[in-house]
């Protein structure tokens, strides 16, 4: 591998040479996401009379750089604060019935399960959880046969936070684009990492925070509709800025307006919705597919060294030895995780324990030194 061109590299320079594995938990952001967020700090000291057309252009080019991630268009993209509220949007604003069912994996995180069952709970719905495979393999054929006329829809997260296990999203989107169950994809476990188109994959919903592959602040998401899911899903959280006459104060037309947003109740995170923006920039500048490529070189040369040392590797491998997303978990048949853990993180490499074993999640700009780095803090221990 090639060292990635210093221009990137400097921009997560740290001053105390920590080696970030943890870009799956809460990653860094880029030195230019920091300036942006300073900048516009400042200018929001200095304005008077305070000049709000700045800031909605601030949110307008926010929400072209999310559009161009996503493969939709600008005005199809609402801001939230996470992956849990844009997920909440859509559970709370579907017409449910009891006997309605949702049909989604036995590996989803808290957020994309939480909000389901919480929904079952009061609205008597079937939570369908399909069992993964012995591999932690998720079968998209196994989730397809779930579906039955009573689902509402079908969620699942497009890489699994805890194996790194991922799915075919097409597949599953082309199923059931003549359907009526509407395909829910939390996102925020390759958004950013790994190339994603809404239309082509079929996406009625998609939900993703910034902080992780997206390098972002925490406190910034974004949330997707497609024409059926907006057609489908109605705003149960109301404010001044999701009326049809956002705006004009003295004669209120309580009627969500039209489009994705009558999602968007009130002030906005423009600070949150910038630095957003300036990350993906980033990783637009650089290319998505070659973000996922270097990903995937680094994963399979960690894999390598792992396994020529002993280590098992437990997320789901390519005939290539590559995990299918930017999450690697592996463990050791005698050393336990938490002594694993404790070494790592005490020699500056972050990582999470995750699934039985340590998750690295590394992501494009690190290259064949820190891989060299982090094996060879793993060779002081004792065998």
Known sequence: MEPQPSIFRKEFARSDAAICLNHAG??????????????LAHFMTRQQPFRYSHLEETLHQARAACAHLLGCRSDEIAFTRNTSEALSLVALGLDWRPGDEIVTTDQEFPSNLVVWLDIARRKGIKVHQ??????????EEALLERVNARTRLLTISSVQYGSGAAVDLHRIGTALKQTDTLFVV???QSL??????VNTMGIDALAAGGHKWMLAPEGCGLFYLSP???????????GWHSVINAGDYTHLRIEPRNGILRFEAGTHNVIGAAALAESITLLLEVGIPEVWHRIRTINRMFTL???????RILSPLGADHTPPSGILVWSHPTRDTATLHRHLLAHRVEQIPRSGGIRFAPHFYQDHTDIRKVMAILDQLAP
């Open 228 to 238: 059926k899911g907006l057609a489908t899903i109605e705003p149960r959280v109301m």
């Open 130 to 139: 399909v069992a993964s495979q012995p591999d932690r393999r998720v079968s």
């Open 305 to 311: 060294q792992l396994q020529e040392r002993g280590y």
């Open 26 to 39: 809460i990653s860094p952001i880029p030195q230019r996401t920091a300036r942006v967020i300073t900048d």
């Open 192 to 197: 950013g990492a790994m190339p994603l188109d």
């Open 186 to 188: 939390d996102a925020v």
